[in-house]
């Protein structure tokens, strides 16, 4: 899978968007961009993913350059409860290792008060 | 739709002692794929189950075992345990597709 590139923290103010960046510049053309996120002690929760498209759900919305070779994950209201450590991953979707996934360090989103 | 369930939450072992996790995927989900976390080596892969067969292994020793049955749900076991198998255990389930892993709330392992 290709390597990704995350700034380690951010804040963001409460009610304001999080856009949160994800360098991924060895991205294959076969390789769709995820993000998870995962608050403190619990289990990574999957967020959006996409292969070149724009993407929006319930949650977030994905931008994707049209190079490909990086992303942003915006939140568009961020609340307290979006504090986590967000991580992106690019993964082709039909390889063996499809399931094996590697988080990076990801980013710390804090949403202020 | 229920979400992934990994029980126990929590649990406390001593050295040498052996433990035994369980998973319930997603309604079906017939992909099951266990995961170690702890804080200086992240998130590590251990293995991959797909219909009662595992289909893919981490570099994990051989007393990390795991085993899935005729309706999915999974066990990951670890045998004569160490101080250094203490760590977040965590279990995901492929969507039919494979696209996409949707992880449970993982089984807190601390073993002393």
Not at chain 1, 32 to 54: A, D, E, M, T
Not at chain 1, 62 to 72: A, F, G, H, N, Q
Not at chain 2, 48 to 74: A, H, I, L, M, V
Request: charged fraction near 15%; hydrophobic fraction near 30%; charge should be positive.
């Amino acid at each position: 899978d290709a390597k990704t590139t995350q700034p380690p923290s951010m804040d963001c103010a409460e009610g304001r968007a999080a856009n949160l960046p994800c360098n991924h510049s060895t991205i294959s053309g076969n390789e769709y961009v995820y993000w998870y996120r995962q608050i403190h002690s619990q289990g990574p929760q999957y967020i959006i993913h996409g292969l070149k498209n724009n993407e929006t759900n319930e949650m977030a919305s994905l931008i994707i350059t049209e190079d490909r070779k990086s992303s942003t994950l915006i939140l568009p209201h961020a609340t307290l409860r979006d504090t986590a450590v967000y991580y992106c991953i690019v993964r082709a979707v039909n390889s063996g290792s499809a399931r094996q996934l590697t988080f990076g360090s990801g980013t710390q989103l804090t949403v202020l008060p | 739709k229920a979400g992934v369930t990994q029980t126990p939450r929590y649990l406390i072992k001593t050295r040498g002692q052996q433990v035994t996790l369980s998973c319930s995927p997603i309604s079906g989900h017939r992909s099951v794929s266990w995961y170690q976390q702890t804080p200086g080596q992240g998130l590590q892969f251990l293995f991959e189950y797909f219909s009662e067969t595992q289909r893919n292994k981490g570099n994990f020793p051989g007393r990390f075992s795991g085993r899935q049955f005729s309706n999915s749900r999974s066990e990951m076991n670890v045998s004569t345990l160490e101080l250094g198998d203490s760590a977040l255990y965590l279990c995901a389930s492929s969507s039919p597709t494979g696209e996409t892993q949707y992880f449970g709330p993982g089984t807190r392992l601390l073993v002393l």
